[in-house]
């Protein structure tokens, strides 16, 4: 009944035995306990549960654990390298660019993808990037400026690392 | 080059969140997220029909499913008397249904399995024979003889009426009716919708069998209030119940009643000596737990010919659903929604309200709202815009004539509520000014000759919020105080442990600020706990913008009250009298001589190791706070929006906001407050809403039905302040999380009617979605 799946998770190779059914969000969170990503909507309109698929933003309540067979998987918990968090994440703290924190790692994660993309993105650019994201708290004003924050401050520092298995 | 200091945390200063840190690295903690050791999992059954008789249930193929724990239906709970619980507004609530179910996505059954996937398989096996009963949805029909009966089981309920509740004064209020020149009438509905935080609700519960300790984590605006209902609905003993409410993912009103799926996770744990996890998917927290508003208006303004305001006259009807369970004080059926006559001085107002029964799903949670102000905020502020119409008046003009004036305040209301300050002029005249009022209109009426489309709305409320008083106000009989109890450590760190509960505000930052301006520790060396009831005093939670009247009331209290002691030591220390210490910035200093002083964390040190005689050791204190009247916080809203009359499509073009909340502890945190409160009556005025079909089935029970503003829909917002402080509370602020949300919905739709009001449409009920819009202009031969 189970299928052997090898990923890279976060730059390590992970294996395991999945059942067929099982999603990729659910993998992440109870399997390998990545409990930064999140789950919100289970119709994939929330996009809590973003992480990064060979460096490509998927909703991973709706991708299922087999079809990461292969695959370099990014989630938030790389976000951070070397006990330094990415401008992304300094920039969302800066910026007030959370309160609750659930739709942050998505929220994050969707804004990465954007900024590897498009490195200077204007306001109408990343309003249509996180269109996928749902947030209840913020109204959204200050993730906007936070996104922005994080591209003036990734240009400066070009060397800024790219988080394992992001992908090109 | 030169380093900025850092910010301490005084008041005003808006330092970065100390709760962001774990979050932005995926570290919070939710319900979710917590995995005990042979921790079983729960999937509820529900009921597909709205209103139907049950004739059996058959379990025994979800049984036999390998993993399968156990199948709790209604008949097992009722064995332990716990079929039903009581609500927070005095009803019953089925835990799960035994005769008949009563909306559709009640609960019906539970299956406990050792995989989630499992118990969700198992519970689609279990056989539920139901003679389906017809479904009434609408609460006049609910209302008319013959309907059907929703609550049959009550003892002496012969029809689908819950209450009568009136305030202010009937007579008074007729009088000014016969003396106006004028009456203005407008009805309307504030469609029924959901408050939906990203998280859903969940829970684990953890009854040891050997010890009979029951930890029990879940999301909970109001941790301590929950175990004592736990204590007399389950029958645990309350010392042994310890209630954890982590890190939630966004509250809104949404986790402040007890659901039954806490009720049946928290038995099956008791039941089967093992940690119970539910977690609900979005369709079930869509169609089963709170709802929001619900409530059909009519309101009627005596005025004089002259825009005066005489009179104000109410009469709603109110959908409860199934069960009564709207979370407010016990003796408010409506809660507060008879602040209804708003910013304005009116001498009369009279309102009556019914409640009715229907087969929906229960609720009327105050999201993101003090008990139905949002309601009533909505009804006053469009019967103004209706009143401007009728009166051919600029709106701005007819409530700058009608405001409560500053001089007036202290002011008692028509319908008794004691507000405390307010300058209504000076923030609608700050949000003309920042609009360019006189060239917006200019403007629309440049558009107007060309045929086209533009609306300039405006809301001026006023809220009410920070319950108690205790002596008027409780929660389930809970007198609404609220708590802090302060411990600061001899190296001059402090604990801060609060009654109430974030969701997000950022309590960890904003309470640490109160004791860092009462007591001069930074805010970076206090830390906040809460959400923990066996580590954190009495209180009644966070909602209805409470946590800063109240909570925060109480931060500042029991920080004066060690600041006391820290003179007494300071003295001491210092070898002066008490009554020559003086206190500035976490510095204690002798009269008239600076330099002989000692710092907060010097004094924190010797209250453990160097004491006059006599005194008792330490520096700690708690302090439970009843407030001696609410807060009034207000402001003005204006929206422009342009409107395609090909489509029907209303584009908000700015929204600015100018908010009074009194003072603001950590502005940054203030502004993202506001932010979110103006997204989500954004939401709740163009496209939130939760309906239902003739036959009860909700329409509205996923994210595709229910449609939640995202960064593309939602428009920038302009944020200004006016600070006027509360006068009786310790550091003059009012509470800021509901006031967008509470104020916003009416500036949009008030703005969508100015734009169309021209050409005869006088009220497009909520959402304003583009199809109304232009179905109302095609009405009236204005569509493209």
């Known amino acids: ?168 | 080059m030169a380093t900025e200091t850092p910010l301490k945390g005084f008041i005003g200063e808006s330092i970065k969140r100390k709760e962001d840190d774990r979050f932005i690295q995926g570290k919070g903690n939710y319900v979710d997220d917590i995995v005990l050791p042979g921790m079983l999992h729960m999937s509820i059954l529900r009921s597909p029909f709205a209103h139907a008789r049950i004739k059996s249930i058959k379990a025994d193929a979800a049984q036999a499913v390998p993993g399968v724990v156990a199948v709790v239906t209604g008949d097992l709970l009722a064995q332990h008397k716990l079929a039903w619980m009581p609500t927070l507004s005095g009803d019953t609530q089925a835990v799960l249904a035994t005769d008949k179910v009563r909306f559709q996505g009640q609960e019906v059954a539970c299956v406990i399995a050792t995989d989630p996937y499992v118990a969700r398989d198992a519970a689609q096996l279990i056989e539920v024979d139901y003679d389906v009963l017809p479904a009434v949805v609408d609460p006049y029909q609910a209302l008319e003889p013959g309907a059907p009966l929703v609550r049959d089981e009550k003892e002496g309920q012969s029809s689908n009426h819950i209450y009568h509740w009136e305030a202010g004064d009937k007579a008074k209020t007729e009088q000014a009716f016969a003396r106006a020149e004028r009456v203005v009438s407008l009805e309307t509905f504030y469609p029924r919708c959901h408050p939906s935080p990203v998280e859903t609700c969940g829970i684990v519960a953890d009854i040891s069998p050997v010890t009979g300790n029951a930890t029990i984590y879940m999301t909970s605006q109001a941790p301590h209030a929950h175990r004592t209902l736990f204590a007399i609905v389950a029958g645990l003993p309350e010392e042994k119940i310890r209630i954890l409410s982590p890190d939630i993912g966004g509250g809104f009103g949404n986790k402040v009643p007890i659901y039954p799926g806490y009720v049946v996770a928290t038995a099956a744990s008791l039941l089967l000596g093992k940690p119970v996890k539910w977690v609900e998917d979005r369709s079930e927290n869509l169609i089963s737990t709170g709802f929001a508003r619900d409530y059909h208006m009519k309101g009627e303004l005596a005025v004089t010919n002259d825009g005066r305001m005489l009179g104000l006259r109410v009469k709603m009807l109110s959908d409860n659903g199934a069960f009564y369970a709207d979370a407010q004080p016990s003796k408010f059926r409506a809660g507060l929604f008879h602040i209804v006559t708003g910013s304005y001085d009116i001498p009369a107002a009279h309102v009556e309200t019914d409640g009715a029964y229907t087969n929906k799903a229960p609720g009327g949670v105050a999201y993101r709202c003090s008990f139905r102000v949002t309601e009533a905020s909505y009804l006053i502020e469009r019967l103004v815009e209706t009143a401007a119409i009728d009166l051919k008046m600029d709106p701005a003009e007819l409530r700058s004539k009608n405001f409560i004036r500053p001089e007036q305040f202290p002011y008692t209301s028509a319908t008794g509520f004691d507000y405390d300050s307010g300058q209504y002029e000076k923030a609608l005249r700050l949000a003309l000014e920042k609009a360019g009022y006189d060239e917006l209109r200019k403007e629309q009426a440049e558009k107007r000759k060309r045929g086209e489309l533009m609306g300039i709305g405006l809301a001026s409320f006023t809220e009410v919020v920070g319950a108690g008083p205790g002596k008027h106000f409780d929660i389930a009989g809970l007198r609404m105080f609220d708590s802090a109890e302060l411990r600061v450590h001899p190296t001059g760190k402090a604990i801060l442990k609060l009654g109430v509960k974030s969701q997000g505000q950022g309590h960890e930052t904003t309470f640490a600020q109160i004791v860092t301006e009462e007591l001069g520790i930074p805010a970076v060396d206090v830390m906040v706990q809460e959400g923990d009831t066996d580590n954190t005093p009495y209180g009644l939670g966070t909602y209805a913008s409470r946590s800063t009247p109240v909570g925060g009331a109480a931060t500042a209290m029991v920080s004066r009250k060690l600041r006391d002691k820290a003179k007494k030591i300071a003295a001491h220390l210092l070898e002066a009298s008490e009554a020559d210490i003086d206190f500035d910035h976490g510095k204690f200093f002798v009269q008239g001589a600076p330099s002989k002083s000692k710092t907060i964390q010097e004094i924190a040190f010797a209250a453990y190791t160097n004491l006059p005689d006599g005194m008792e050791a330490g520096l700690e204190g708690v302090t439970y706070y009843d407030p001696p009247n609410f807060t009034y916080p207000f402001g003005t809203y204006l929206v422009v929006v342009d409107i395609d009359r090909g489509t029907g499509q209303a584009k908000v073009r700015r929204m600015i906001a100018v908010d009074d909340c009194g003072v603001r502890i950590n502005p940054m945190i203030v502004e993202g407050q506001i932010h979110g409160g103006l997204a989500e009556g954004f939401g709740i005025a163009f496209m939130q809403l939760i309906t239902f079909d003739e036959e009860g089935n909700c329409l509205g029970s996923n994210f595709t039905d229910y449609l939640l503003p995202t960064s593309w829909e939602t428009p920038n917002f302009e944020t200004y302040e006016t600070v006027t402080p509360s006068p009786h509370h310790p550091i003059g602020a009012k509470g800021i999380g509901e006031s967008a949300t509470v104020g916003s919905p009416a500036a949009f739709v008030n703005a969508v009617i100015d734009a169309v009001a021209h050409l005869g449409i006088k009220n497009i009920d909520m959402p304003v979605t583009s199809d109304k819009i232009w179905s109302a202009l095609h009405e009236v031969g204005a569509a493209e």
């Open chain 1, 1 to 168: 009944m189970g299928r052997s799946i090898s990923l890279t998770v976060n730059g390590e190779m992970v294996t395991a035995d999945v059942e067929p059914r099982l999603l990729l969000v659910h993998f992440i969170r109870e399997r390998l306990r990545l409990t930064g990503t999140h789950i919100g909507c289970d119709t994939s309109h929330c996009g809590a549960c973003i992480v990064l698929l060979d460096g490509v933003p998927v909703k991973s309540c709706a991708v299922l654990a087999v079809q990461a067979d292969g695959r370099q998987l990014t989630s938030v918990e790389a976000l951070a390298a070397g006990g330094k968090l990415h401008p992304i994440q300094a920039a969302f703290k800066q910026e007030h660019g959370l309160q609750c924190g659930f739709c942050t790692p998505g929220m994050m994660m969707s804004s990465f993808a954007l900024l590897a993309d498009n490195p200077d993105p204007d306001e109408e650019e990343i309003r249509w990037a996180l269109s996928g994201n749902i947030c209840r708290c913020t109204g959204y004003v200050n993730i906007v400026k936070a996104v922005r924050a994080a591209s003036a401050q990734m240009k400066l520092s070009a060397a800024v690392p790219i988080p394992v298995g992001a992908g090109s």
